[in-house]
């Protein structure tokens, strides 16, 4: 199977737009590995502009969360119920998302770009609660651009880094971004068990089918 930097080398900005607006969607792919790799690769070889990867990917991850919100609105919690199952979207997961929606209302959009568990089905979960459509977009728009700028640079600057470097300065330097990565995937995931046993405390009945 093709890695995502081949992808991203034979197929470029398409591949970006097309995995992080499917993610955002509500479908589970790696949108948020795809911006990384892209602005490495734009720092260490400069076959891509770093603000054409920004653009793309906010201009994606709003538009597939647009998407995301229609399905919402059409279909609600009972899509995720019935078909989240096929795509890790467990229903500890659902009522996560439901519970954060409810206690946080519409910064939960602003913030949700950042979290993985919740990227992908914010704008279901937006439109299930029927969220208004102006106030929707406007969280959307700046939860994406604020993500893809901060990732995009923040990898941009580590490519370049690596461009600069040589031997086992380059060993090393790949070693302390992998501990902090595993660093950073053990907090997420153990705040996620935090938040997730919070909201079967507030939402204790199963959710069920309409």
Known sequence: MPSIAHLIHVYGLLVVAGLIGLECVGL???GETVLIVASVIAGAKHDLNIASVILTAAGAA?????IGYVIGREYGYWLLLRYGGYLWITESRIKLGQYLFLRHGGKIILLAQFLPVLRSIAGILAGA????WPRF?????IGAFLWATLFGLAAYSLG???????????LAFGLVVLI??????AFVRRHEAQLTAEAEQALPEPLKLP
Do not use: K, Y
Not at 129 to 132: E, S
Not at 160 to 170: A, D, F, I, P, S
């Open 160 to 170: 370049r880094q690596v461009e600069r470097l040589t031997g086992w300065m380059v």
């Open 62 to 66: 709003i538009i597939g969360r647009m």
């Open 180 to 185: 902090c990565i595993v660093v950073a995937a």
């Open 28 to 30: 589970p792919f790696p």
């Open 137 to 141: 977009i406007l969280t959307s728009i």
């Open 129 to 132: 609660n029927r969220m208004p």
